[in-house]
């Protein structure tokens, strides 16, 4: 079975300029998340969704930063207009519902992401 | 607000020695603890965790200890090892475990 694949691994921009992220979860799973992970801290939850549906994107800076996630399979990150303190990893997970009650989450590599 | 604290931020052990990396929570609704561990370069990977019913939990080298009443668990790992070196995060979610708070991490070295 595949893991969480993102792209791309790596990303460097000027302040004011626009980067996208695209994740591709594991098969079935029909949960997935998107989580900040500033360096030397742990991952911060942005956004997530179940199928094609929004759940939770109280975390999400919404006047610079979208997610959508159209078929209810691969998603993508949006930044527009980015900021110095954007810098950090970007990470997707997905996980399957309807299984264990406490399902784990599937983390990918990340996208390391520096605004100059 | 840090609903999930860790400590300490970085610690070095030997070689065989038990680890112990300490975390503490402010949030009681929280009834499930994951813990992940963190290699460079890497997304986290789930390594162990318990449930707020149980005070302890054991896979292999590494056990949890959770205390509900003093919102604090632990994670020990015992005969370290160098490949055990990476950044381990505590966890904690809301019922159903749908949605994860991470602490800040602590960065485990082992010396040969």
């Known amino acids: 079975e595949a893991g969480v694949t993102q792209s791309p691994r790596y990303a460097v921009l000027q302040e004011g300029q626009a980067v996208s992220f695209w994740c591709d979860p594991i098969?079935?799973?029909?949960?997935l998340y998107w989580y900040q992970q500033p360096r030397d801290q742990g991952p911060q939850l942005l956004v997530y969704f179940r199928d094609e549906a929004v759940i939770d994107n109280s975390q999400l800076p919404s006047d610079r930063f979208s997610a959508v996630r159209p078929k209810g399979t691969n998603s993508t990150l949006k930044i527009q207009s980015a900021k110095q303190g954007d810098t950090a990893t970007y990470l997707c997970?997905?996980?399957?519902?309807?299984?264990?009650?406490?399902?784990?989450?599937?983390f990918g590599p990340g996208t390391r992401l520096t605004v100059l | 607000q840090q609903q999930v604290r860790q400590s300490p931020q970085s610690l070095t052990v030997w070689e065989g020695e038990t680890a112990i990396l300490n975390c503490s929570y402010e949030n009681s609704a929280f009834d499930y603890f994951p813990w992940y561990q963190q290699f460079p370069g890497e997304g986290p990977a789930l390594l162990i965790s318990i449930l707020s019913v149980s005070d302890k939990k054991e896979d292999g080298r590494f056990t949890i200890f959770f205390n509900k009443r003093e919102k604090k668990l632990s994670l020990h790992i015992a005969d370290s090892q160098p490949g055990d070196s990476a950044t381990y995060f505590c966890?904690?979610?809301?019922?159903?475990?749908?949605?994860?708070?991470f602490g800040s991490g602590t960065r485990l070295l082992v010396s040969p």
């Open positions: 966890a904690a979610s809301w019922p159903g475990g749908y949605k994860v708070v």
């Open positions: 098969s079935g799973h029909d949960t």
């Open positions: 997970a997905s996980r399957r519902t309807g299984g264990a009650h406490y399902a784990e989450q599937f």
